[in-house]
């Protein structure tokens, strides 16, 4: 919201149209990497193979900064194999029942994103979660989390049929919470998505805390970039304040 007033206002004359378009009336957050550092647990998940196998673990700086590659990013850390591989199929099926059985041993939110739920919702603006995650794993996780039933829309990547950078999931969390997509804000940390809240028609902000593997959020076209979860308000902030690009 524009103001710092909890309570929704109506339209005034110092809030014209063009303003009222600007205006964020929803946040929606990827997953791994945005709302919740699941990296301990991914990387759990394959440990427990590598361990099954008589391997040492591999260190959680190799498998973090591929979390958001899923099963085909951990697996190639882990065991140096690509989907190509005979036994990928197999071992990603092993790999995704465990982490299933582990889903939140260690994952949390990450620092100040709590407080930034909370204050979204003091001022009454929508949330939810976008996430190529499966729904198997992640409406499981939001509910053990704390957040399943305060987020308005938990879209997976196997809610639609379509995954990001499709615009598809995005247009779909829109139309749950009943909100035009252009008053829609998607925060998160990898291009993928960045690309499809911009094909959606939504305003985008890329986040430096997530995992980037090597990329620069700079360069994939977000509107803005942030290195912590609460300067997501003074983003929303300058949109509504002037509509213009942060970048």
Known sequence: MCSSDLTPRPLTPSLTPRASRNMIKAVLFDLDGTFADTAPDLGYAVNLMRKARNLPPVPEEKTRPVTSSGARGLLGAGFGITPAHDEFPAMREE????????????????????????????????????????????????????????????????????????????????????????????????????????AAGMKTVAVRFGYLNGSNPAHWGADAVVDTPLAVLDVMADFCASGTRHL
Not at 101 to 121: H, I, P, S, Y
């Open 95 to 198: 790999f995704l029942n465990l982490y299933e059985a582990n889903l939140c041993r260690a994952t949390r939110l990450f620092d100040g994103m709590a407080a930034l739920v909370d204050t979204l919702e003091a001022r009454a603006i929508v949330w939810g979660i976008v996430t190529n995650k499966a729904e198997r794993f992640a409406l499981p996780l939001m509910d053990l989390l704390g957040y399943g039933k305060r987020a308005a829309c938990v879209i997976g990547g196997d809610t639609t049929g379509k995954m990001k950078p499709h615009p598809e999931p995005l247009y779909a969390a829109a139309k749950t919470i009943r909100i035009a997509p252009e008053q829609c804000l998607y925060v998160g940390d990898d291009e993928r998505g960045i690309q499809a809240g911009r």
